[in-house]
């Protein structure tokens, strides 16, 4: 079979207009076009790391995969149970810094 | 970073149906394409695009949608990207479209399973990718030679002696716990020739006794500022493979003499001539006068023992440390080792110290560290090795540990192990120091490292890890700090946790690697999966070193593990302490030897 049958599906002519871009999403697009969100990205990274939430995270996970037994968790499961708990447990410290970058590139990009 | 070991003896699960047929549906083409669009995100982690600046989306998602970015997954048939709420939907209308990629981290997802699914191969051409991506064009310099690794990749197996050789062992060997005191009080575990009855053991209860001390214990007496030398000494009085080599007369001060009487012979006389005793000055060698101390230490002889020959011998060759002032033990130890080095190394070629081939003292304590520079922009690193004979770490900071806590109060409730509890109280643990060690530390902006892939100074990440782990490992504490402010150093007092039984293998570089592409069933540079490496990387303490006292002047200590009882060697002094006040002490130095290499005690061997 040649590779050029399984091509992704082609976009329905009458999809409904595009309306307006809402204010979040034209954030998000500059935020993205800047690089300023991958650099964001890693500095959140970094900082789960070294306050350690990702390694309790990593405990949270392989106590309930002992707990159900390894071959019955699959991704969706762990996501689920820990989804939760990781939003709680984010250090405010790590906000804090967060939205003072975001708050800076917003002034600084001038929207 | 996983330590367990069951985590690297991989066993691959079985692959799921879906898998299964996209395999054997020729599923090759599309892993070979792959690595034009893989790019490293170090520390960790590898993603896919087409370009560099791309950023997929999902096809199904309407533009507003939460989720419409996170957790995308690309079908290896049509490369089409859903999110992961979409992508099950994809793969029910189209059969053969199950297997997708994870766009973030380069891992296989079953769409139909909802689940991550594993495949060698796929591993493979990933790790092979992103290597030949890292490395750089010029060829590194070759790593230790393999038939060092393959020295040691006998599998060790535990021997227990048959009626015959019991009785060819008892005949001929003589209790090493010398009993002294009361004859009920049973400590020797074999019979002698000489003696006529056969003791039982009842090793805890004797061995506790002051009295009853094990042999190879001796104080050494302080000839002015010389615990720094005594508490070195201690330790390596009692190192098993140093030991071993000198009590087996490998290094006989008689000979040694001897070969050098015949060297002067040969050269022009120098122009030094002492009146006193020409052929001793002529002969300074560190390792005969170690021979004639494990003589002396490993006698009856119980008193303190004066290590002034040793002494002398040390300062003609460490002439300028050669005073009365106090010293720091870990530089004598250095000291020390390179002394033994100079004498043995003369007889074999010049090889790197990484091999240990040239004299014992490498043999026992070399061992080779890894150290890896990776340019943030472009993931391409730059791979060094370095030999060691021990390795310095830093206490790590108990400020991280601090934020846990805090942190811990926020959540409802909280299934962790009880492994982060001792971090969360901020005590600093040996692991948590080997952690910071190998930790990929991101590089000042002021430190930027030239990278060959990108041709420029790019901001970078260092990682240290263990090539080789050596058979006796010195862990040296790094008790001070400089304040930049007072422009002085202090001493850091405090308290570190460490293990009795430490596990290296997370430290390695197999380990380290394996984490640098995210989970990857792959077989890496030097890594073994069989069971004698799980072996290789445990460890047991043996000696630990203790100062108190100030930067300027304090006093060392050392404590001796022998037959799993503890014993404080204070210069001239010891004796038998409990295990608690070991683990309470300052450490500043600790000795680990390879578990297969270490007899915890010799009392269970024989029950007669």
């Given at each position: 079979?040649?590779?050029?049958?399984?091509?992704?599906?082609?976009?329905?002519?009458?999809?409904?207009?595009?309306?307006?871009?809402?204010?979040?999403?034209?954030?998000?697009?500059?935020?993205?076009?800047?690089?300023?969100?991958?650099?964001?990205?890693?500095?959140?990274?970094?900082?789960?790391?070294?306050?350690?939430?990702?390694?309790?995270?990593k405990?949270i996970?392989?106590?309930?995969?002992?707990?159900?037994?390894?071959?019955?968790?699959?991704?969706?499961?762990?996501?689920?149970?820990?989804?939760?708990?990781?939003?709680?447990?984010?250090?405010?410290?790590?906000?804090?810094?967060?939205?003072?970058?975001?708050?800076s590139?917003?002034?600084?990009?001038?929207? | 970073?996983?330590?367990?070991?069951?985590?690297?003896?991989?066993?691959?699960?079985?692959?799921?149906?879906?898998?299964?047929?996209?395999?054997?549906?020729?599923?090759?083409?599309?892993?070979?394409?792959?690595?034009?669009?893989?790019?490293?995100?170090?520390?960790?982690?590898?993603?896919?695009?087409?370009?560099?600046?791309?950023?997929?989306?999902?096809?199904?998602?309407?533009?507003?949608a939460?989720?419409?970015?996170?957790?995308?997954?690309?079908?290896?048939?049509?490369?089409?990207?859903?999110?992961h709420?979409?992508?099950?939907?994809?793969?029910?209308?189209?059969?053969?479209?199950?297997?997708?990629?994870?766009?973030?981290?380069?891992?296989?997802?079953?769409?139909?399973?909802?689940?991550?699914?594993?495949?060698?191969?796929?591993?493979?051409?990933?790790?092979?990718?992103?290597?030949?991506l890292?490395?750089?064009?010029?060829?590194?310099?070759?790593?230790?030679?393999?038939?060092?690794?393959?020295?040691?990749?006998?599998?060790?197996?535990?021997?227990?002696?048959?009626?015959?050789?019991?009785?060819?062992?008892?005949?001929?060997?003589?209790?090493?716990?010398?009993?002294?005191?009361?004859?009920?009080?049973?400590?020797?575990?074999?019979?002698?020739?000489?003696?006529?009855?056969?003791?039982?053991?009842?090793?805890?209860?004797?061995?506790?006794?002051?009295?009853?001390?094990?042999?190879?214990?001796?104080?050494?007496?302080?000839?002015?500022?010389?615990?720094?030398?005594?508490?070195?000494?201690?330790?390596?009085?009692?190192?098993?493979?140093?030991?071993?080599?000198?009590?087996?007369?490998?290094?006989?001060?008689?000979?040694?003499?001897?070969?050098?009487?015949?060297?002067?012979?040969?050269?022009?006389?120098?122009n030094?001539?002492?009146?006193?005793?020409?052929?001793?000055?002529?002969?300074?060698?560190?390792?005969?006068?170690?021979?004639?101390?494990?003589?002396?230490?490993?006698?009856?002889?119980?008193k303190?023992?004066?290590?002034?020959?040793?002494?002398?011998?040390w300062?003609?060759?460490?002439?300028?440390?050669?005073?009365?002032?106090?010293?720091?033990?870990?530089?004598?130890?250095?000291?020390?080792?390179?002394?033994?080095?100079e004498?043995?190394?003369?007889?074999c070629?010049?090889?790197?110290?990484?091999?240990?081939?040239c004299?014992?003292?490498?043999?026992?304590?070399?061992?080779?560290?890894?150290?890896?520079?990776?340019?943030?922009?472009?993931?391409?690193?730059?791979?060094?090795?370095d030999?060691?004979?021990?390795?310095?770490?830093?206490?790590?900071?108990?400020?991280?540990?601090?934020?846990?806590?805090?942190?811990?109060?926020?959540?409802?409730?909280?299934?962790?192990?009880?492994?982060?509890?001792?971090?969360?109280?901020?005590?600093?643990?040996?692991?948590?120091?080997?952690?910071?060690?190998?930790?990929?530390?991101?590089?000042g902006?002021?430190?930027?490292?030239?990278?060959?892939n990108?041709?420029?100074?790019?901001?970078?990440l260092?990682?240290?890890?263990?090539?080789?782990?050596?058979l006796?490992?010195?862990?040296?504490?790094?008790?001070?700090?400089?304040?930049?402010?007072?422009?002085?150093?202090?001493?850091?007092?405090?308290?570190?946790?460490?293990?009795?039984?430490?596990?290296?293998?997370?430290?390695?570089?197999s380990?380290?690697?394996?984490?640098?592409?995210?989970?990857?069933?792959?077989?890496?540079?030097?890594?073994?999966?069989?069971?004698?490496?799980?072996?290789?990387?445990?460890?047991?303490?043996?000696?630990?070193?203790?100062?108190?006292?100030?930067?300027?002047?304090?006093?060392?200590?050392?404590?001796?593990?022998?037959?799993?009882?503890?014993?404080?060697?204070?210069?001239?002094?010891?004796?038998?302490?409990?295990?608690?006040?070991?683990?309470?002490?300052?450490?500043?130095?600790?000795?680990?030897?390879?578990?297969?290499?270490?007899?915890?005690?010799?009392?269970?061997?024989?029950?007669?």
């Open positions: 079979m040649r590779s050029s049958i399984n091509r992704p599906p082609t976009p329905d002519a009458n999809e409904e207009p595009e309306k307006e871009p809402t204010l979040q999403e034209i954030i998000n697009i500059k935020l993205i076009e800047s690089g300023e969100k991958e650099k964001l990205m890693e500095l959140l990274r970094e900082r789960l790391i070294e306050c350690g939430w990702r390694d309790e995270m405990a996970c392989r106590a309930y995969a002992r707990k159900k037994g390894r071959n019955n968790v699959t991704v969706d499961d762990l996501i689920h149970v820990v989804t939760p708990k990781g939003r709680a447990s984010v250090p405010d410290s790590v906000k804090a810094e967060l939205l003072q970058r975001i708050r590139f917003l002034t600084s990009a001038a929207i | 970073m996983s330590s367990s070991s069951a985590a690297r003896a991989i066993r691959l699960p079985p692959p799921c149906p879906h898998l299964a047929a996209y395999r054997s549906g020729g599923g090759g083409t599309p892993f070979r394409s792959l690595h034009r669009c893989l790019r490293p995100r170090p520390p960790s982690r590898a993603e896919v695009r087409r370009d560099p600046g791309e950023v997929p989306f999902c096809a199904s998602c309407p533009p507003a939460a989720h419409r970015g996170l957790r995308l997954y690309a079908c290896l048939s049509c490369a089409a990207v859903s999110c709420a979409h992508v099950s939907d994809h793969a029910a209308l189209r059969p053969g479209h199950e297997i997708a990629l994870d766009v973030d981290r380069a891992e296989l997802f079953c769409a139909a399973c909802r689940d991550q699914v594993y495949d060698p191969d796929f591993d493979a051409a990933v790790v092979i990718a992103l290597t030949s890292s490395c750089s064009r010029i060829p590194p310099p070759p790593p230790p030679p393999e038939k060092c690794a393959k020295r040691r990749r006998v599998e060790y197996r535990p021997w227990v002696p048959d009626p015959k050789g019991r009785a060819v062992i008892g005949r001929r060997s003589s209790p090493l716990l010398v009993q002294e005191g009361n004859a009920s009080s049973a400590s020797s575990t074999t019979t002698t020739a000489n003696s006529t009855t056969t003791t039982t053991s009842s090793p805890s209860s004797s061995a506790s006794s002051p009295s009853s001390l094990p042999r190879g214990l001796r104080g050494i007496n302080n000839l002015g500022n010389t615990c720094f030398m005594n508490s070195v000494l201690q330790a390596l009085l009692h190192t098993p493979l140093l030991r071993n080599y000198f009590l087996s007369d490998r290094h006989n001060r008689y000979v040694c003499q001897q070969k050098s009487k015949k060297k002067g012979g040969i050269k022009e006389k120098s030094v001539v002492e009146r006193k005793n020409p052929a001793r000055e002529s002969h300074v060698c560190l390792a005969c006068d170690l021979d004639t101390m494990y003589a002396a230490v490993f006698s009856e002889d119980r303190p023992f004066s290590p002034a020959n040793f002494l002398y011998s300062w003609q060759h460490a002439s300028n440390l050669a005073s009365y002032e106090q010293q720091d033990a870990h530089e004598f130890f250095i000291s020390m080792l390179d002394g033994i080095h004498k043995e190394q003369d007889q070629k010049h090889q790197s110290h990484g091999n240990g081939d004299c014992i003292a490498h043999k026992v304590f070399s061992g080779i560290l890894r150290s890896d520079v990776t340019c943030t922009i472009c993931g391409f690193t730059s791979t060094t090795y030999p060691c004979v021990d390795i310095s770490l830093d206490l790590d900071s108990s400020r991280d540990a601090v934020q846990i806590a805090t942190s811990k109060l926020q959540t409802c409730e909280s299934d962790t192990e009880s492994m982060l509890t001792s971090q969360a109280y901020g005590i600093s643990t040996l692991m948590g120091c080997l952690e910071h060690f190998t930790r990929p530390e991101k590089l902006a002021d430190q930027k490292f030239f990278c060959e990108c041709r420029a100074r790019q901001e970078s260092k990682q240290m890890s263990i090539r080789k782990i050596p006796v490992t010195c862990f040296h504490i790094k008790r001070f700090e400089h304040s930049l402010i007072r422009n002085m150093s202090r001493k850091v007092d405090r308290h570190l946790h460490f293990p009795f039984s430490l596990d290296m293998g997370p430290y390695l570089s380990s380290i690697l394996r984490a640098r592409y995210g989970n990857r069933i792959f077989a890496f540079d030097g890594d073994d999966s069989d069971a004698s490496t799980d072996l290789a990387s445990e460890f047991e303490l043996f000696a630990v070193l203790t100062h108190s006292g100030k930067l300027e002047g304090g006093h060392y200590i050392t404590y001796l593990r022998l037959n799993n009882q503890w014993y404080k060697c204070d210069d001239a002094w010891v004796s038998h302490v409990s295990e608690s006040i070991v683990r309470a002490s300052q450490a500043y130095m600790l000795f680990y030897v390879q578990k297969i290499l270490y007899y915890r005690a010799s009392q269970h061997v024989f029950a007669s």
